[in-house]
């Protein structure tokens, strides 16, 4: 192989002309979301601090997370948690460098911890724990990071990658993000982070399914939950409305 | 939404008919690998088990899971684990039925256990340890199960598959099928079950590169290593001969 760059075009019927469309936005409370975006960050901060500390950015794998789902009791007015969540940090990342040990394990929760306080409104210290299970790089691995130069790949890996979004996909994006707004929120501080919505669309008509966890401290009684899920798919019915032309179904379930 | 199954044609350009096409295989040792089916045998298992004990199916999700890895000590002629690997089974599941608990923790790691005793030649009882982390489903979810003509649903999906595989696929599926086969490993007992096979096609012409474990208790010297990475090579090489047309070049890293 050389270091050419090679472009294909492929007359494909693009999405948005087929019938029929499916998407799935999961929002920022959504573990899977929750899982991604803390190792994400764990990296960014990481990456900051081996340059920092080292000059350049060490080897370290940061994608594999678990979050382990707590307990809690739920009740109108006001519930409460009888076991925490546990999240499980994995991986790989380099501890040390020119002999000098870095407190990665730390480093990670305080990442993790600052990660949570900014994006869930809910989800404190106390209401998280942690387990760390990130292992070092093998020796291998590193001695491709000690000579930057040589331009090695310990790897083999494929992006693929799209754009711009099909009218069905702003559509499931959009609905997710404006759930997921301070706007949002200030008229429903009930609706929790814990956001999914599914887009189907035939023809021109969308249908979308909306999941969308209720925060039981701002819920009294049955009948208040069934009219604020009233009145948020009103709001959110006025959003899409407003925004876009096609025929939208929303239901939230 | 009514009950009628639509089919759509669609008249694009098939794969095989691109200039370029990149296919990845992660072999059965493969961390994801093990992961995915472990996981996939909690659950045939634990099905098993509710239809003996429950004449039906009860709720659960067996899909995560995170495999930490351990530490080893590698010499020619044989090393040793210093740090066994975590298997760490996550998700949910149905715990008690009519007032009776059923031991899911147990029985999952039992399903794991035999799994990998069955599937990997060299992971044994003593290289694995278990963290269970399986929760309870939730009520919600299990009043659902509880009235089977119901035909609820619990959650929003897609499915989404494709046939027949490309010419390029089934060169990646194979190669590491045959890398895993008992024949293959009669020849090389020290090839590992840890094999990625990465495909990238150009025109009529695949490139493979293909990562393959050794397994050290085998390899008695630097020499060795490479002469028996040489070796197999060129059977992979006859191998692809024997079987495909297509011009392949086939790498080991």
Chains 1, 2 share one sequence.
Not at 82 to 98: H, N, Q, S, W
Not at 193 to 213: P, Q, W
């Amino acid at each position: 192989m050389t270091n050419q760059i090679f472009i294909e075009t492929v007359n494909n019927i693009p999405t948005f002309k087929k019938r029929f469309e499916i998407v799935e936005r999961k929002g920022i409370g959504h573990p899977d979301t929750i899982c991604d975006l803390v190792m994400n960050q764990i990296s960014v901060d990481l990456s900051k601090l081996y340059l920092k500390e080292t000059g350049m950015i060490q080897h370290h794998n940061m994608d594999k997370a678990l979050l382990v789902a707590g307990q809690s009791e739920n009740n109108f007015g006001g519930g409460k948690i009888i076991k925490p969540i546990k999240m499980i940090l994995g991986d790989r990342a380099t501890f040390d460098v020119d002999g000098r040990e870095l407190p990665i394990g730390d480093f990670a929760i305080n990442s993790a911890k600052e990660w949570f306080e900014k994006n869930l409104r809910f989800v404190h210290n106390e209401h998280v724990e942690y387990q760390v299970e990130i292992g070092v790089t093998s020796k291998e691995i590193r001695t491709i990071f000690e000579n930057p130069s040589s331009f090695a790949s310990n790897d083999t890996s494929v992006l693929v990658g799209y754009a711009p979004f099909t009218e069905t996909e702003s559509i499931v994006l959009n609905t997710e993000q404006h759930i997921n707004s301070k706007q949002f929120k200030g008229s429903f501080p009930e609706s929790g982070e814990d956001v999914k919505v599914m887009g189907f669309r035939d023809m021109s008509h969308v249908d979308l399914t909306i999941a969308t966890a209720f925060v039981d401290r701002f819920i009294s009684s049955e009948n208040q939950y069934f009219q604020k899920k009233e009145e948020m798919l009103q709001e959110i019915d006025e959003f899409l409305k407003k925004n876009y032309d096609m025929k939208i179904t929303a239901k939230m379930n």
